[in-house]
């Protein structure tokens, strides 16, 4: 009895060594649900991939989306000033040139006033004509304006039919007219209607007595 025990004991441990010293092969579902995990991890790992190559992409896009228009707006913003700078100057300097060398406005012909002659100004302005009656009785050769006493540089052509101070044809005669002075010692006079020109004067300390 002992010796049937000790060899079926001995029997029994040699076939498990021998169980234990062979592979077993895997049966065929334990392949197919590791392959099946393998796949889901790939098909994972792949996704995960393409997401995160998907986000930038989009994220390029919209930087670059955002940073056109602000280059597009920077750009006008630039270059306004400079064109804003070029057309303000020579509008400015046309406008200040224009008003400085736009003309007076012609003199008009001008009548005797019977409530006397036009008073005179105490310090003339510098181009600005002035009505002035001249008295010329004893010819257009001195005038006196503004507190001076100015000469006609040459003959100055009376036409005939002056009016006076006291109607047309009475003494003394007078032209009606404007003085303008047109520097530290120079003037004119002109009459449209009665002088042909301006006649030029000149500032004289002294003037003749009338004959």
Known sequence: MNDFDGRGQEELRSGLKGLADQQVPVPAPVREVVERGRRRRRVRVAGAVT????????????????????????????????ASATSAEPTVSVAASASASAPAPAPVRREVDPAGPPAQPGS???????????????????????????????EVSLPPGLPGVHGPNSAPLVVPGYVTVTGADTARFEAPGYLREPAALRAVADAPLCA
């Open 124 to 154: 003339p302005v510098l181009g600005q004509a002035y009505p002035f009656d001249w008295g010329v009785h004893c010819g257009a050769r001195y005038l006196w304006f503004s507190g001076r006493i100015w000469q006609a540089q040459g």
């Open 51 to 82: 997401a995160v190559v998907a986000c930038a992409v989009v994220a390029g896009v919209l930087s670059g989306s955002q940073s056109a228009p602000d280059e597009r707006r920077s750009a006008p913003a630039a270059a306004g000033p400079t």
